[in-house]
């Protein structure tokens, strides 16, 4: 069993589509095993994105991701960090296939209602980085 982190970014929490996620992730048969809403601040923005500093977009998406709640989750299941990827849909909502996340959801590069984790390391990083060990069951 894998784990990944997953998280509904301001737009996807101000539109209300909180539930329409954890649905998705609850029919397909993962295990929800931490969650909770906050607000993240700058130096948590250039912790979970340190990957994307100095690119030119970076400015806005601090901003962006910074702007209100985010809902943070770990997920759990059998290849949950690709299949999670999968359901989101690729990062320009435009170019995301319908009857994903990002693709049913959003028509914005930036503003794609859902954060997941690319990858086996980033998902350990990630998790770390959000939830203490007490905090998931
Ligand atoms: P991912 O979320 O699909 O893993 P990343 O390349 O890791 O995509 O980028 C992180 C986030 O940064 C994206 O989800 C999106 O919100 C934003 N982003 C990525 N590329 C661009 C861009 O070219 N313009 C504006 N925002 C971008
Ligand atoms: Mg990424």
């Known amino acids: 069993m894998e784990r990944t982190f997953i998280m509904v970014k301001p737009n996807g929490v101000a539109r209300g ?3 329409e996620v954890v649905a998705r992730f609850e029919r397909r048969g993962f295990t929800l095993r931490g969650m909770k809403a906050l607000r993240i601040d700058r130096a948590l923005a250039e912790q979970h994105y340190a990957e994307h500093i100095g690119k030119p977009f970076f400015e806005d998406l601090a901003a962006f991701i910074t702007s209100g709640p985010v809902v943070a989750m770990v997920w759990e299941g059998r290849e949950a960090i ?3 990827r999968t359901m989101m849909g690729v990062t320009d909502s435009a170019l995301a296939a319908p009857g994903t996340i990002r693709g049913d959801y959003s028509l914005s590069k930036e503003e794609n209602v859902v954060h997941g ?3 086996p390391e980033s998902a350990a990083r ?9 905090e998931l069951v």
């Open 17 to 19: 589509l909180v539930g």
């Open 82 to 84: 690709t299949t999670a």
């Open 117 to 119: 984790s690319d990858g």
């Open 126 to 134: 990630e998790i770390g980085l959000f939830f203490d060990e007490a």
